[in-house]
């Protein structure tokens, strides 16, 4: 019964909000109103689905099933927290299908492609900035720069898969930090 009411409180929370911290009101709620865990509780779970990379939803989810039902309701409220999306994506690839051919559709995708490219771009300003200037730009981060020069030297002149760049990213930057921490640059 217990997994049952998982399912159907985590599809609730996906079907009623948007993702990301709109959920945690929600998660708040559903685990409290079943007295499946205590607020400080429930607090400690999405602080430590923030930290974990991947939607705080479906690790929120994934946590607070663990520690409600073990393994089993892990599962459950994941799977659960996923369906609306999982829906959703099917129907609009449905609708999509249904419609490839029609000349509407190509004029609205044609508007989107460009929008959709304008984001990334913004994404890519604003994630330069977060990565390779300091607070208010009042120093640059040589780790991050050197890292990442490297990174797209790999990437487009060596061919190198995404994975094997992001793995030397890593060790660079692991190492580069160390050494600038033992070594500081001179400002």
């Not at 559903?30 to 205590?38: A, I, R």
């Not at 690790?59 to 829906?87: E, M, Y």
């Not at 959709?116 to 994630?127: K, R, S, T």
């Amino acid at each position: 019964m217990i997994y049952l009411e998982l399912f159907l409180s985590f599809l609730m929370i996906g079907f009623t909000s948007f993702g990301g911290m709109s959920m945690v009101p929600l998660i708040n709620d559903q685990m409290l109103s079943h007295g499946w865990m205590t607020a400080s509780e429930v607090a400690d779970i999405v602080a430590i689905a923030e930290m974990t990379p991947g939607p705080l939803g479906i690790n929120c989810a994934t946590f607070a099933g663990a520690r409600t039902a073990g393994i089993p309701g892990a599962l459950v409220a994941s799977v659960g927290v996923l369906v609306p999306s999982l829906t959703l994506a099917v129907l609009a690839g449905m609708f999509l299908k249904r419609f490839k051919d029609s000349r509407t559709l190509g004029r609205a995708m044609y508007g989107v492609r460009p929008v959709c490219i304008g984001l990334i771009f913004a994404v890519m300003a604003q994630q330069s900035v977060n990565n390779y200037a300091g607070a208010l730009f009042g120093c640059l981060s040589w780790p991050a720069l050197v890292t990442g020069a490297v990174s797209l030297l790999v990437l487009l002149r060596f061919k190198w898969s995404v994975p094997k760049t992001v793995v030397l990213a890593a060790a660079m930057g692991l190492l580069l930090c160390t050494l600038e921490a033992a070594f500081p640059f001179p400002a």
